[in-house]
Each structure stands twice: as structure tokens, then as C-alpha cells.
């Protein structure tokens, strides 16, 4: 399918889902605009057919939540242990050289979207799923209304379960569920989603509720305790299976921090100098006193899923 035919298409299930939203009593200040990108350059996922274009702030304290959540675990399953100083110089680095690099190509190419289409989603409405357009419409609307009203900052964590709630809202009828949650997509979408559910079921005004700071915050500490141990396991995968490599949204092998890495070599002496030269000197000192052998393993991986077509 075109680009104007799937343009057109979009406009379309726009018309409704916002008539949806007005219906509930939420509306937007404006009408999001569509774009179409040709291709989704960054990281190794495969790509997305529809996306809320990543705001500077938002995508920081997202990054942040993640690491400041995430980053000790993950380590430590690549058998590294790092004191808080090394964690918030590598958080500093994931901020500097593995995401503003994104944002600036987002701000120079799609500058003035809300939403961006990419061509997946002609293929997925050439296959028929036109009617299902609504559902993801919803979901890319939600996120847009919970960065209206200035909440995704807070909670980013929940915020693809809330996103696949309304999803489910504006069908009327729950989502399916995964039996067992171990990946990106099945714990922070298909989890999140019955998370949110379970905090709101006594509530009138779901929407509302999701838009609520302090119900937020109940749900996106609620799916941390719960998926405890599959969070980990989903980090395992993520670092050591290849078919698991693309599943995590982190795993960046473009980014200019990995290509530091690979210009220094994919070795401990070329890893500690990769870090002490983007201005981690402790970082770098902590992990020349251990084995990285399992961390340079993990990186060659993620390169090799990086060089193979998606
Ligand atoms: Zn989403």
C-alpha cells in the first residue's frame, strides 16, 4: 500500500478514535499530524508501524527511570557489580552518547509530527487488518494525552500498559495476556496492561485514573514487585540468546557509544578505555578489577544481530 493510501487511511481511524476520546471527556489541543518515515534508522528492533515521536524530555526521563531501575540488575547478570558512582556515570553516558544522538535525528527529520508511520503498516493494512487500525490509533492517542496532560515523565514504566489499556477500553473487552511474561513486549505491554487493570478495577473513570499521578505511581511500583524475576529473565535473554537480542528496546548497536566500543576493540583493555574516555573514570577503573569476559561476550552478539538483516 502507498503512502497517501496509508496517510489516508490514518486520517481516517484518527476521526474516530478522536470522536472516542471527546466521547470520554478527554480531548487533545490540537489534531496530531502524521508522518510518514521511510525507514525506522534507529537500534536493532525490528520495526514498529506506528510511533508517538520521542520528546527530549520525556525520552531523558525515561532513559533515566530505566537505568536508575535496571542498569545494577543488568550488570549483574553479566557479572559486574558497580558501585552507585559507576552506575550514574554510565547513566550519564546512556543519556549523552546512547540517546540525545536519537533525539537529534528525530528533531532534524520529523520535526512538528505527533505520530510517525512507518511502512510495515501499509504492508499490515494491505494483509486486511483495517479494522485493528483503531485499536493501535488508540494507543499512539493515549500516549499523546498522557504527554498532554504532562504524566509521562513521572511514571514512564507503566506507560505501555496504560497505552494497551485503552487500547483494550476502546474495544470494550480485555486484551489478551501472555501465560508467561519474559520479554520487553509481553511484561511491559501485555503485563503492565493487567497491572493497570487490577489497580483501576474499583474505579468509575479509568481514564481518569490512568491519568492520575498517584494511581500511577501504585501501578508502575506494582509491576516492578510483580514481574520481579521475569524482568530479570527477560535481561538474561536479552544479553546472551540471539533470538532474544532484538527484543530489548535498549540494545542499540548504532549508537555512538557502540561504535566507540568497536573502534576501541570488542576486548577489556578497549572496553575500560570506551568508558574512561566518555568521561567515566570510575566506571572505567570498577571494570578493569573484574571479568568482563561475559559482558564482551554480550556485545559481540549484539553486533552480530546488528550486521544480519532484521
Ligand atoms: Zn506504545
Keep these: ?27 487533545l489541543p490540537h489534531r496530531p499530524k502524521f508522518r510518514y518515515a521511510k525507514v525506522n534508522p534507529v537500534g536493532i528492533m525490528r520495526e514498529p508501524f506506528m510511533s508517538v515521536l520521542p520528546d527530549e524530555e520525556a525520552g531523558k526521563a525515561v532513559k533515566t527511570s530505566w537505568h536508575r531501575n535496571f542498569s545494577r540488575a ?3 547478570i553479566l557479572g559486574i557489580t558497580l558501585s552507585d558512582e559507576a552506575l550514574e556515570e554510565n547513566l ?9 544522538y536519537l533525539h537529534k535525528y528525530w528533531r532534524e527529520n520529523f520535526s512538528g509530527a ?36 504532562n504524566v509521562l515523565h513521572t511514571t514512564p514504566l507503566i506507560a505501555e500498559g496504560t497505552a494497551r489499556r485503552a487500547e483494550g477500553l476502546f474495544f470494550g473487552k480485555d486484551l489478551a495476556v501472555a501465560k508467561n511474561p519474559n520479554l520487553y513486549i509481553t511484561i511491559f505491554y501485555y503485563g503492565a496492561d493487567c497491572v493497570v487493570r ?49 527484543s530489548d528496546p535498549t540494545n542499540d548497536a548504532k549508537s555512538p557509544f557502540q561504535e566507540r566500543l568497536l573502534s576501541n576493540g570488542l576486548t577489556p583493555a578497549g572496553v575500560a578505555k570506551t568508558y574512561r574516555d566518555a568521561g567515566a573514570p570510575t566506571l572505567a577503573r570498577e571494570l578493569e578489577g573484574q571479568d568482563l569476559g561475559p559482558y564482551i561476550k554480550s556485545l559481540k552478539l549484539l553486533h552480530e544481530c546488528a550486521a544480519e538483516p532484521a
Design 1 to 27: 500500500m502507498n503512502k497517501e493510501k496509508v496517510l489516508e487511511f490514518a486520517e481516517g481511524s484518527l476521526d474516530r478514535v478522536l470522536a472516542f476520546y471527546d466521547r470520554q471527556g478527554i480531548s
Design 74 to 76: 543488568r550488570f549483574e
Design 92 to 100: 550519564q553516558i546512556e543519556i549523552s552518547l546512547n540517546y540525545l
Design 198 to 246: 487490577d489497580c483501576m478495577r474499583a474505579f468509575r473513570n479509568p481514564y481518569k485514573e490512568m491519568l492520575n499521578p498517584q494511581v500511577r505511581e501504585r501501578a508502575q511500583r506494582e509491576l516492578l514487585k510483580r514481574y520481579e524475576e521475569k524482568i530479570s529473565e527477560f535481561f538474561r535473554r536479552s544479553c546472551f540468546e540471539k533470538d532474544h537480542v532484538r
Design 114 to 149: 505527533d505520530i510517525l508511520l512507518f511502512p510495515p503498516l501499509g504492508k499490515y493494512l494491505t494483509d486486511g487488518y483495517q479494522k485493528n487500525l483503531d485499536g493501535h490509533m488508540a494507543h499512539e492517542v493515549w500516549h499523546l494525552i498522557e504527554k498532554d496532560r
